[in-house]
């Protein structure tokens, strides 16, 4: 058995951990934090990954989300692409109970 996880494994544990993390962006996040480009995530990969996105700074955050909703990976957001980081950002506001996110649909 290969070492590291599948997207199929990384897919059914961010479900579990936040589901209402999209499941078409899960594919783009594995990707993201598969340096190694082998398909499968090491442990250093996801824990580099997991704590950027935690700890990093606002800006390495930020690249992060940009580079998940770049559909066409031109380093540019479409107009779809910014309705859909808006509807993302709504449900995990939603799902996490935050103050106003309530009365967004």
Known sequence: ???GLSLQMFS???ERV???FPRELRA???RKLDVFG???LAFAELACGMS???LGT???KLQVCFDLFDSEGRRALTLKDLGDLCAVLFRVARAQGL???QTAS
Do not use: K, Q, T
């Open 1 to 3: 058995m290969s070492e």
């Open 12 to 14: 059914d544990m961010v």
């Open 58 to 60: 606002m800006d390495e």
């Open 28 to 30: 783009r996040l594995f």
């Open 52 to 54: 950027a996105l935690s």
């Open 99 to 101: 103050p106003g996110a």
């Open 18 to 20: 936040v589901p209402e």
């Open 38 to 40: 082998v398909g499968r």
